[in-house]
């Protein structure tokens, strides 16, 4: 017995059983055959599982029991029955939990009767017939504005809908088959036309495709459209020299980078052209040095007052509601350079280096209104003339605006001329302050513009200020805020019969510190922009350091001399007093000097290479970004209702929906833009809810007659 099974283990190896032919190998002795009459699993050779057309639950039985039975390796698995590694698993987990039955697909579509009944729909027609807007009319019915959209879309032209995009789900639907990653057609031709000055600016030209990267960001055009800024810069800058990239692309270019999050210019470097160029209509976004040279051509219009201008007047046509209260304040720029520009005080670095201060005017909700730079040696009282001109040019004569800024702008004699110039004030006093009574202070609420209950331990009383050596005195209220044992008094001259409003609005100026830091986070708002220097006006005058230190001479001296007379005896012989007087008149002719001594002079005597930062192109980049921050805060506005967390995270959202990719098709005059499915599904169902708003605007894409549609993928 022994040699014949030694005998047999040294013959030939046994044939391993051939799989049946057509089959997809999975692992060794694993195959898979499918077709038509349905799909087979053989186990070198031998069949173990079988399933007929359409028993999907049998098919995802057999690739479950391949990996639980260690036939063959989760990855070969799903790549031979052609399912995603995540799929598999969680037919596992299926499996594991419920059995084969947990493996049965859920039924498609709703769960219960619809209630867009023909009553209903009727009802919806109607009232968006009466002009209703979406929002109004599915409260009223009480439907989703989704139903509300679906429900419309017969009435709006149905043939001009696309169909759902492709999806998980969505394989059958006629209609979708758009080209993932689409590359837009080189516009080649066009820029040989445009250096040959025959073509003042490339037309844009969709490129349709699927999950294009950074195509979430044409969800800014509507608030886009809303502050005017295209119309506008075209209307002011003459752009007939012929160019590739013409004004639109310029300025969309800087909207799109700072939405992605990149607002400098040097970050075009890390975009993908291709990505940024979709977003232009065209085949790729212009270089660093195109757009700063497109700039600086722009820049010597010296048309950006005009444009600030002209954005700060559609703001407040556009915002009325908002522009009863102004924001006033300061903000510097260092400069890091080697130019002999002028110092200021940086708060947050708290010291004093070279650098450019702005001034900044924001509406009562924070969003930028205008800017300019501030007046060599001004403070903010001397700035606060001008912003009264401004704003009084902004909202006519008749109207009683109220201007609110920190104790940099304190100057009772400055109040007194605001007041006759038909303005408000409101700022926190300076100076001594009166500590209130305990006993004054009574308990107020206000309710904000979100519906936001703020609770204030206040004290109000008539006060007078005095100013110019007590001659004159500025009569106001003040309305002192007790919280924590702390006393903050306010100086304001409304005459509101509750200071609650009065105080919130004072307090509410974090709004427009708010405003700086995530300008400067997220839009460059420290960035010079240009490295362009112009001469500073050497004529002006400034202190003069000779005056300080001559006077600091004369003290010096008088108090040397007044502490060795101390010390001589009463009698002083002929050489001791001869020496005093000398000593005397010697510290009589530093005083002298010192008096003699110009307090001001002109710049050029003490620095004749004296700069200042050109401002101009920095403007234009800021009226672009100030609008493109204005638009995001109308965007997270419409958000609010629809989003749980939107006042701590509207922002945010906003972000990953300008990052996230989109389909974009042109359906008749449409061009429709679905956005993909954010990181969360309460995310998605808002963002859905906004696209239908922003749908409702009719908006058309720049450039083209294309009007925007947008949805979510699968929502």
């Not at 209703?132 to 429900?151: C, D, E, Y």
């Not at 003459?238 to 013409?246: E, I, K, P």
């Not at 700060?312 to 509601?321: G, I, K, M, Y």
């Not at 408000?424 to 100076?431: E, F, P, V």
């Amino acid at each position: 017995m022994v040699a014949v099974v030694a005998s047999v283990r040294r013959g030939p190896p046994l044939p391993v059983p051939a799989a049946p032919p057509n089959t997809v190998p999975i692992a060794t002795g694993v195959d898979l055959l499918e077709g038509k009459d349905g799909g087979v699993v053989f186990l070198w050779a031998m069949a173990t599982s079988c399933w007929s057309p359409g028993d999907v639950a049998s098919r995802r039985l057999a690739a479950v029991q391949l990996v639980e039975t260690a036939s063959a390796s989760h990855r070969a698995v799903a790549a031979g029955f052609g399912v995603g590694e995540v799929t598999l698993w969680r037919w596992r987990r299926a499996f594991a939990a419920g059995g084969v039955a947990a493996l049965e697909p859920e039924t498609k579509g709703p769960k219960g009767p619809s209630k867009l009944t023909e009553a209903k729909v009727a009802e919806i027609v109607a009232a968006r017939a009466t002009g209703a807007s979406m929002a109004s009319i599915a409260t009223k019915v009480g439907v989703s504005l989704n139903s509300v959209s679906r429900a419309l879309k017969p009435a709006a032209g149905a043939e001009a809908t696309p169909p759902p995009a492709t999806g998980a789900g969505d394989e059958d639907q006629p209609g979708t088959e758009l080209v993932p990653l689409a590359r837009p057609e080189p516009r080649t031709d066009e820029r040989q036309a445009a250096r040959a000055g025959a073509l003042a600016e490339a037309p844009p030209i969709i490129c349709e495709g699927s999950s294009l990267p950074l195509a979430g960001a044409l969800a800014i055009l509507p608030a886009l459209a809303a502050t005017g800024l295209i119309k506008l810069s075209a209307g002011l800058y003459n752009t007939t020299r012929s160019a590739f990239y013409g004004l639109r692309s310029l300025v969309l270019a800087v909207v799109f980078a700072a939405l992605v999050g990149e607002a400098r210019a040097e970050g075009l470097t890390r975009i993908d052209p291709v990505d940024l160029g979709r977003l232009l209509g065209l085949d790729r976004a212009p270089e660093v040095k195109t757009l700063r040279r497109r700039m600086a051509a722009l820049a010597t219009a010296g048309s950006s007052p005009a444009l600030l201008e002209a954005l700060a007047r559609r703001h407040v046509e556009s915002h009325p509601e908002a522009a009863g209260i102004f924001y006033v304040d300061g903000h510097v720029r260092a400069y890091h350079g080697d130019a002999d520009v002028r110092k200021a005080h940086v708060a947050r670095m708290r010291l004093s280096m070279p650098a450019a201060v702005d001034t900044w005017v924001c509406d009562a909700r924070g969003d930028g209104v205008l800017v300019w730079c501030e007046e060599p040696g001004n403070s903010l009282v001397g700035e606060l003339r001008r912003v009264a001109e401004e704003v009084r040019s902004l909202v006519g004569p008749d109207a009683r605006p109220m201007i609110i800024f920190d104790r940099g702008g304190w100057s009772p004699k400055l109040f007194v001329e605001l007041v006759e110039a038909g303005f408000d004030i409101a700022t926190y006093r300076k100076g001594i302050k009166p500590v209130e009574a305990t006993n004054s202070f009574a308990e107020h609420h206000h309710l904000d513009e979100s519906g936001r209950r703020h609770d204030y331990l206040l004290a109000d009383r008539a006060v007078r200020i005095p100013y110019d050596a007590k001659r004159h005195y500025f009569a106001c209220r003040q309305i002192t805020r007790l919280k924590d044992g702390h006393q903050t008094q306010v100086l304001t001259t409304r005459s509101d019969p509750d200071p609650a409003p009065l105080a919130h609005a004072m307090f509410s100026r974090w709004r427009q510190e708010n405003f700086f830091r995530y300008m400067r986070e997220h839009f460059a708002l420290d960035g010079l922009d240009s490295y362009a220097k112009v001469v500073d006006d050497l004529e002006r005058t400034v202190p003069n350091p000779e005056k300080k230190k001559a006077g600091a001479r004369a003290r010096d001296a008088r108090a040397e001399l007044a502490e060795i007379e101390a010390g001589l005896p009463k009698a002083l012989s002929d050489e001791l007093a001869e020496a005093r007087n000398e000593a005397a008149a010697y510290v009589g002719s530093l005083g002298q000097d010192a008096q003699a001594t110009p307090a001001r002079v002109p710049l050029g005597d003490l620095h004749p290479d004296a700069k200042v930062l050109d401002p101009e192109r920095k403007r234009i980049h800021d009226a672009i970004r100030m609008a493109t921050y204005n638009a995001e805060s109308s965007l997270a506005r419409m958000l609010a209702p629809h989003y749980a967390r939107a006042d701590d995270e509207a922002r945010t959202f906003l972000r990953e929906v300008f990052s996230s990719p989109a389909d974009l098709q042109v359906v008749g005059d449409r061009l429709h833009v679905r956005i993909n499915a954010l990181s969360a599904p309460r995310r998605s169902r808002a963002l859905a809810a906004l696209c239908v708003e922003l749908t409702d605007t009719e908006t058309t894409y720049p450039g083209t007659d294309l009007v925007l549609v947008y949805s979510v993928k699968g929502f």
